[in-house]
């Protein structure tokens, strides 16, 4: 499928088949279906040995009937086929996000290596947490020439905008005491 979902641009570099023309993901799902038919009809012509060594690695080819309907096993692979090609073409920064639906450790008590995310199309696929939320790798013990030195004491809190300088106002009550009036 990513073969016949592929295009060849002017520079030779292979680009997505865009999506956005078919009117509905169900009509996307049916043009998927025909071409894993086409591709099994194709197959037909290699020998017996070939054939079952594409059918193992290309697992969609098991659903495939030769019927003139399209049947529920192979619309569902046809979309599940679409969603794979294009989830792992899209870059992982630009994943929309909704929600952490679960989180999964390595074991019972590990770390947790991987979650379960719900995406906007309510579509639920495994992610690695570093996929999520990129981590960095940090040293277990700190270099031996540097010593961890103390943040400076002060008495104001740090500002967390950059303004400019100015003298701390104290807003305790200041009895005038030249300007009273009886």
């Not at 961890?148 to 950059?162: C, G, M, Q, R, V």
Request: net charge positive; with cysteine; charged share 30%.
């Amino acid at each position: 499928m990513a073969l016949l979902t592929l295009k060849k641009t002017e520079m030779d570099e292979p680009t997505l088949f865009c999506l956005s023309r078919f009117h509905s993901f169900y009509k996307a799902q049916r043009v998927a279906a025909y071409d894993l038919r086409f591709i099994h009809r194709q197959l037909q012509h290699l020998t017996l040995t070939r054939r079952e060594a594409i059918f193992g690695k290309i697992t969609a080819m098991n659903a495939v009937s030769l019927k003139h309907e399209l049947t529920g096993p192979e619309i569902r692979e046809a979309e599940n086929w679409i969603i794979r090609d294009h989830q792992t073409s899209l870059p992982w920064n630009s994943w929309k996000i909704e929600r952490i639906v679960e989180l999964r450790p390595k074991s019972s008590n590990g770390p947790v290596r991987e979650a379960m995310v719900e995406l906007p199309n309510k579509i639920r696929v495994r992610r690695p947490v570093n996929r999520i939320i990129p981590l960095e790798i940090q040293d277990a013990e700190p270099s031996s020439g540097a010593s961890p030195s103390a943040p400076p004491l002060t008495s104001l809190p740090p500002s967390h905008y950059n303004l400019r300088k100015r003298e701390p106002t104290s807003y305790e009550e200041e009895e005038d005491l030249t300007s009273t009036k009886d």
